[in-house]
T-cell receptor, first 112, second 112 residues
Framework: DVKVTQSSRYLVKRTGEKVFLECVQD?????MFWYRQDPGLGLRLIYF???????EKGDIPEGYSVSREKKERFSLILESASTNQTSMYLC???????????FGPGTRLTVL | QQQVKQSPQSLIVQKGGISIINCAYE??????FPWYQQFPGKGPALLIA?????SEKKEGRFTISFNKSAKQFSLHIMDSQPGDSATYFC???????????FGKGTRLSVIA
């Protein structure tokens, strides 16, 4: 079974803090994705990566950056957290861009 | 831009009834048409998917119907059960490294 793990289920941070969300997959997938999920807005793609050290902007990259130094690990970075970044963050991986995506359990981030 | 329109936003169905969720897309390059199911507190998981070479695919109580000319596909849940209560997302995609495009989701409640 594909397993995608996220470093935290719940996280509370202060405005202005630097926040790291980590995602690890164990299936040697090429592609990894970061989404945020908000009520009524569905899943919105923040960034994705189709290879190590490669990254592509999604629909809402502002305020976020990513890092992929190893194939199995994809990190989402909030350089200076703001209250409007309070959300559920979901990581996913897939063998290819338009293939089945396998999701982690999500991290619920609250920025105070 | 809204490439994918999913309807309805929410749906209440009696136990044993049929649930129908629709997805309309604009991009004619899409060639992979999945539905994802998400339970509260979990990440989305692939439920069923279809490629455009067939017009219908059935897996147990779940059926995808695909209409290429209308650029629409739908999810039918027969004999709906309370355990089907979840949020459903369509997420069509194209080839290469282009990510899936998620709809905004349909919250299904199956009541006894």
């Amino acid at each position: 079974d594909v397993k995608v793990t996220q470093s935290s289920r719940y996280l509370v941070k202060r405005t202005g803090e630097k926040v790291f969300l980590e995602c690890v997959q164990d299936m040697d997938h090429e592609n990894m994705f970061w989404y945020r999920q908000d009520p009524g807005l569905g899943l919105r793609l923040i960034y994705f990566s189709y290879d190590v050290k490669m990254k592509e902007k999604g629909d809402i990259p502002e305020g976020y950056s990513v890092s992929r130094e190893k194939k199995e690990r994809f990190s989402l970075i909030l350089e200076s957290a703001s209250t409007n970044q309070t959300s559920m963050y979901l990581c996913a991986s897939s063998p290819g861009g338009a293939d089945t995506q396998y999701f982690g359990p999500g991290t619920r981030l609250t920025v105070l | 831009q809204q490439q994918v329109k999913q309807s309805p936003q929410s749906l209440i169905v009696q136990k044993g009834g049929i649930s129908i969720i629709n997805c309309a897309y604009e991009n004619t390059a899409f060639d992979y048409f999945p539905w994802y199911q998400q339970f509260p507190g979990k990440g989305p998981a692939l439920l069923i998917a279809i490629r455009p070479d067939v017009s219908e695919k059935k897996e147990g109580r779940f059926t995808i119907s695909f209409n290429k000319s209308a650029k629409q596909f739908s999810l039918h849940i027969m004999d709906s059960q309370p355990g089907d209560s979840a949020t459903y997302f369509c997420a069509p995609g194209g080839s290469g490294n282009t990510p899936l495009v998620f709809g905004k989701g349909t919250r299904l409640s199956v009541i006894a």
